[in-house]
């Protein structure tokens, strides 16, 4: 039971889905969406506030302005994409705190959240009450 316990809370240590991202960020917390995609994926669509580094690109460099002081989320398209796990893993190496978004920008707009860019989806709308 104990290895069971413990499979389960590391597992939520590195993940989150879109109703946890959702609330976080209406909350005000210290979160920032991360999409991994390349930059033609992101301005089709995003999460509202989203920041864009692809994953092929996440490096000191294209990272030194992030504060490392805040969780990121990193995002692809879905489960069949791979370049949230691959962003998180660069991320973690680079020194930042980063769980990955189960699901990516499909499951987001599978409940009913909207985004922004050219393919923008209506939806509930983050609204930080602080």
């Known amino acids: 039971m104990n290895a069971q316990i413990k499979h389960y809370e590391d597992k939520l240590a590195y ?4 109703s946890d991202l959702f609330a976080a960020l ?4 210290k979160i920032i969406a991360l999409d991994a995609r390349k930059p033609f994926g992101y301005e089709a669509e995003h999460i509202p506030g989203a ?5 092929r690109e996440m490096n000191e460099q294209t990272t ?3 504060d490392k ?12 994409c791979n370049a949230s796990t691959k962003g998180a893993l660069n991320m973690a190496r680079l020194g930042f705190k980063v769980k990955e978004l189960m699901g990516g920008i499909e499951w987001w707009k ?3 959240y909207e985004t922004e860019g050219t393919k923008a989806a209506k939806g509930l709308k983050i609204e930080c009450a602080c």
């Open 15 to 18: 993940e989150m889905d879109p």
């Open 26 to 29: 209406n909350n005000g917390e």
């Open 51 to 55: 920041l864009n580094i692809p994953h």
């Open 64 to 66: 030194k302005h992030l």
């Open 69 to 80: 002081a805040v969780l990121y989320v990193t995002y692809c398209d879905g489960i069949g």
């Open 110 to 112: 599978f409940d009913g």
